[in-house]
C-alpha cells in the first residue's frame, strides 16, 4: 500500500462520537436539501469525471448520514448495450452497477490475471442508497483522511476482506477521499472503485481531491438560497393566511407560519405532512403537492371543503403549490403551499389571492437564481 494510507479506523458505528457526527451530518444534509438517495446533476458529473481519471468502473459521490449512504453522484462505464443505456441506469433509482461494472471490466481486460470473483449474473444491482458499513465511505468520513485500498484480498484484516461491498460486488481496490462543504464539515466523499488489484498513486489522490474542492461551490450556492429564503419566511410570518414549505416526497415541514397552525394545527418541524394533517391530506392537498414536486411546475388545487380549526363551520380553501430548489439547477426538493380563504369571495379574498400570487412568484424567481425577496 502507499505509505501516506491511514491506518485502518476501529471506530464502531455505535459509538457515542459516531452517533453524534452522524446526527450533525444528517441534520446538515436535511438543511441543504441532501437527504434523500436521488441522483443530483452536479454529483454525477463529479462522479463521471472521478471515474474517468482514475479509469475505474466505479465512481461515487457519497454523502453519510446517521444510518444511511446516499450515492447523490454515481458514475458506471458503458455497458455492452452502449454509453446510452448505461446513462439511463446510472440515472435512475436503481443503477445495475454490479453486472455492468463486472462485465464491463472483463470486456476491457480489467480482470486480467485476476480470479473470476462473483458470477455476474448474481451480483445484485447497486441502488442510490446503502447501510453505513456497505463499502468504505464510513471510514473516510469518520478519519477525515483519504483511505486507499490497492488488494482488498490481500488485507490482513477481516473486516475489509469481508465487507459487503467485496463479497456481492467483487471491489478489490478502493480510493476515497473526504467530501467537506465550506463549513469544514465533512458530509461524504468522493471515491473510486475496481475489480482488480491496483496500485492508487498520488495523482489519483490529488485529482480526488481537487473534485472534491469543486463541490464547494454547490453548497455555498445552497446556503445562499436558503438565506434568502429565510428572509421570505419573515414575509410569511405577517401574512393572513396558511403557508407552509415542505421537502421531499414525504413532505417534511420545514416551515409553517402562525396562519397556517391556526387554520389548521401546529405541528412539528420536520415531522411528515401526510401524517399530521390528515384534513389537507384527506381533501387532495398533499396529492397537489405531489404533483407539483413531480412536474417541477406550480400546481393548483381550485376549491377545497376543509374544517379549519379558526371557524365553526367548514371554509373553502384555493391551494397553491409551488414547487421549490435549493439551487438554480438542482432538481426540485420542496414545495411551498399556500392557501386562500375563498369562501363568500370577498373584496379582502381578492387582496389576499394577489398577495399569495406575489410571493408565489418570489419563489419561482429564487428558484431561477433571482434576488432576494421585495421587501
Not at 185 to 214: I, K, M, N, Y
Not at 215 to 230: G, T
Request: net charge neutral; proline share 10%; hydrophobic share 40%.
Amino acid at each position: 500500500m502507499e505509505p501516506l494510507t491511514p491506518p485502518t479506523p476501529r471506530t464502531p458505528l455505535t459509538t457515542d462520537h459516531a452517533r453524534r457526527e452522524g446526527e450533525r451530518r444528517r441534520r446538515r444534509l436535511q438543511v441543504l436539501g441532501l437527504n434523500s438517495p436521488g441522483p443530483e446533476p452536479a454529483f454525477d458529473r463529479v462522479a463521471r469525471l472521478a471515474g474517468q481519471l482514475a479509469q475505474a468502473p466505479l465512481a461515487l459521490v457519497n454523502l453519510v448520514g446517521d444510518e444511511r449512504q446516499l450515492y447523490r453522484g454515481l458514475f458506471l462505464p458503458p455497458a455492452p448495450g452502449g454509453e446510452g443505456e448505461a446513462a439511463g441506469r446510472a440515472e435512475g433509482g436503481r443503477s445495475g452497477a454490479g453486472r455492468a461494472g463486472a462485465e464491463a471490466a472483463r470486456a476491457e481486460g480489467v480482470m486480467e490475471g485476476v480470479a473470476e470473483g462473483p458470477d455476474p449474473d448474481a451480483v445484485p444491482d447497486l441502488a442510490r442508497e446503502a447501510p453505513l458499513d456497505y463499502g468504505f465511505c464510513f471510514r473516510v468520513v469518520m478519519g477525515r483522511a483519504p483511505f486507499l485500498l490497492d488488494d482488498i484480498a490481500a488485507h490482513p484484516d477481516p473486516e475489509v476482506t469481508g465487507n459487503p461491498m467485496v463479497r456481492e460486488l467483487g471491489v478489490r481496490a478502493y480510493l476515497g477521499t473526504p467530501l467537506p462543504d465550506h463549513t469544514g464539515l465533512v458530509l461524504g466523499t468522493v471515491c473510486v472503485a475496481d475489480l482488480r488489484p491496483r496500485r492508487w498513486g498520488r495523482q489519483h489522490q490529488e485529482s480526488l481531491r481537487e473534485l472534491a474542492g469543486t463541490l464547494l461551490a454547490e453548497f455555498r450556492v445552497r446556503d445562499s438560497l436558503l438565506a434568502q429564503q429565510q428572509e421570505l419566511f419573515a414575509v410569511f410570518d405577517a401574512v393572513p393566511f396558511p403557508v407552509m414549505l415542505t421537502q421531499g416526497p414525504d413532505h417534511l415541514l420545514r416551515y409553517a407560519n402562525a396562519g397556517q397552525g391556526m387554520a389548521f394545527g401546529r405541528v412539528r418541524q420536520l415531522s411528515p405532512g401526510r401524517q399530521v394533517l390528515p384534513g389537507l391530506d384527506a381533501v387532495g392537498v398533499f396529492d397537489t403537492m405531489d404533483r407539483a414536486l413531480r412536474t417541477g411546475e406550480t400546481a393548483t388545487l381550485p376549491e377545497a371543503p376543509i374544517a379549519s380549526y379558526d371557524s365553526r363551520s367548514p371554509q373553502i380553501y384555493r391551494f397553491t403549490c409551488a414547487p421549490v430548489r435549493v439551487s438554480p439547477k438542482a432538481p426540485v426538493s420542496g414545495v411551498l403551499t399556500v392557501g386562500i380563504n375563498i369562501t363568500g369571495h370577498s373584496p379582502a379574498d381578492a387582496g389576499s389571492r394577489r398577495l399569495a400570487a406575489d410571493l408565489t412568484s418570489q419563489v419561482e424567481r429564487l428558484n431561477n437564481g433571482g434576488g432576494p425577496p421585495r421587501p
